[in-house]
């Protein structure tokens, strides 16, 4: 099975700052690497798909880059609305697999 | 407009048996593959398991292989998840999801439903 480690868990950001959340999966998965968000209670919702594409309708302050083991979600110009969790996870192979989370606060 | 509702969550026992439903409205139904997602209480998303769109190829979690059986009804438009000898560690939300693209499994989840609780409990 394919494992997949995010970092950090946890990160608190100020409005207006740039975050960057890191996955790193066991075996290289080519680009086969998505973003989830997730706000508490509800469910979540796909951000970036094929490692750096960005699905319909998601601000242009997400950014998704990388390939093969090592991947990043970067949010430019940190907004009140982007708090929740995010999950990276990889549709390279079967089980599919998800990265452990990163929770972001907003300061 | 995609819409995803899932049902059939609820209180059961070890070793017990539940079924989920997701009715499927907004789309063509039978050209996607479809999956069950699930995320335990205060912990992160784990995948359950995928159906395809026309064949109907079905693919498992090692945690609920030989327990667990999805299926599908494309004439209701309806995703089903059949939980046979549950056990505690299945207490979560299950969601169910819809592919990003027609055609054989992508494994993106594009859409999702707003969950349906099950908990597993003497």
């Known amino acids: 099975d394919i494992q997949m480690t995010q970092s950090p868990s946890f990160l608190s950001a100020s409005v207006g700052d740039r975050v960057t959340i890191t996955c790193r999966a066991s075996?290289?998965?080519?680009?086969?690497l998505n973003w989830y968000q997730q706000k508490p209670g509800k469910a979540p919702d796909l951000l970036i798909y094929a490692a750096s594409s960005l699905q319909s309708g998601v601000p242009s302050r997400f950014r998704g880059s990388g390939a093969g083991t090592d991947f990043t979600l970067s949010i430019s110009n940190l907004q009140p609305e982007d708090f929740g969790s995010y999950y990276c996870?990889?549709?390279?192979?079967?089980?599919?697999?998800f990265g452990g989370g990163t929770k972001v606060d907003i300061k | 407009e995609v819409q995803l509702l899932e049902s059939g969550g609820g209180s059961g026992q070890p070793g017990g048996s539940l079924r989920l439903s997701c009715a499927a409205s907004?789309?063509?139904?039978?050209?996607?593959?479809m999956s069950w997602v699930r995320q335990a209480p205060g912990k992160g998303l784990e995948w359950v398991s995928t159906?395809?769109?026309?064949?109907?190829?079905?693919y498992y979690a090692d945690s609920v292989k030989g327990r667990f059986t999805i299926s599908r009804d494309n004439a209701k438009n309806t995703l089903y998840l059949q939980m046979n000898s549950l056990r505690g560690e299945d207490t979560a939300v299950y969601y169910c999801?819809?592919?990003?693209?027609?055609?054989?499994?992508?494994?993106?989840?594009?859409?999702w439903g707003q969950g349906t609780l099950v908990a597993v409990s003497s």
């Open positions: 907004g789309f063509s139904f039978s050209s996607y593959a």
């Open positions: 075996q290289s998965i080519s680009s086969d």
């Open positions: 999801a819809k592919d990003q693209w027609t055609g054989a499994s992508n494994f993106n989840f594009a859409s």
């Open positions: 996870q990889q549709s390279y192979s079967v089980p599919l697999t």
């Open positions: 159906i395809t769109g026309s064949l109907g190829t079905t």
